[in-house]
T-cell receptor, first 113, second 110 residues
Framework: DVKVTQSSRYLVKRTGEKVFLECVQDMDHENMFWYRQDPGLGLRLIYFSYDVKMKEKGDIPEGYSVSREKKERFSLILESASTNQTSMYLC????????????FGPGTRLTVL | GQNIDQPTEMTATEGAIVQINCTYQTSGFNGLFWYQQHAGEAPTFLSYNVLDGLEEKGRFSSFLSRSKGYSYLLLKELQMKDSASYLCVTKVGGSYIPTFGRGTSLIVHP
């Protein structure tokens, strides 16, 4: 059974803290994505990686950075968390070939106080 | 540019048929996905259309008209568990990054 896992389902942090969200996939996918999902706004792409150590900014990269040191792992970093980063964070992966359908992790609901 | 329109919310009765429409204006369009997302959960893949026509998969069917920039998802014999958000997602040739619509929240009532 193919899987994308995320390190936490729920996370509460304080303003100014550094936050790490981890995502691991076991499907040998080349592409990995980080999204945030907010009511009424849908899924918005934060960052995309198409290979190890490669990354591209998405629609809303400000306040975030990413790391992809290994093919199966894609980390999202909030350098200094702010209350407007309270959201549901979804990681996804896809193959380079075929449909490129995305497989999503269960999501991390982050609350920044 | 990319623009996807789908209704925000729909309601339907258990056992009925519902059609969720999606129109798009996507430069370099190369295919269209439908995903289902239950509240508090991750989206899951339902269908992918690249050619015009209807693709049937059990109770769910998806239709695409490339010339009209139009797709629909048809759900038959609705069940309570079909209450979810349905996301229309377009793909552009040469890109691995899909574009998501804001989703249609479907409420199935008894």
């Amino acid at each position: 059974d193919v899987k994308v896992t995320q390190s936490s389902r729920y996370l509460v942090k304080r303003t100014g803290e550094k936050v790490f969200l981890e995502c691991v996939q076991d499907m040998d996918h080349e592409n990995m994505f980080w999204y945030r999902q907010d009511p009424g706004l849908g899924l918005r792409l934060i960052y995309f990686s198409y290979d190890v150590k490669m990354k591209e900014k998405g629609d809303i990269p400000e306040g975030y950075s990413v790391s992809r040191e290994k093919k199966e792992r894609f980390s999202l970093i909030l350098e200094s968390a702010s209350t407007n980063q309270t959201s549901m964070y979804l990681c996804a992966s896809s193959h380079r070939g075929g449909y490129n359908e995305q497989f999503f992790g269960p999501g991390t609901r982050l609350t920044v106080l | 540019g990319q623009n996807i329109d789908q209704p925000t919310e729909m309601t339907a009765t258990e056992g009925a048929i519902v059609q969720i429409n999606c129109t798009y204006q996507t430069s370099g369009f190369n295919g269209l996905f439908w995903y289902q997302q239950h509240a508090g959960e991750a989206p899951t893949f339902l269908s992918y259309n690249v050619l015009d026509g209807l693709e049937e998969k059990g109770r769910f069917s998806s239709f695409l008209s490339r010339s009209k920039g139009y797709s629909y998802l048809l759900l038959k014999e609705l069940q309570m568990k079909d209450s979810a958000s349905y996301l229309c997602v377009t793909k552009v040739g040469g890109s691995y990054i899909p574009t998501f619509g804001r989703g249609t929240s479907l409420i199935v009532h008894p």
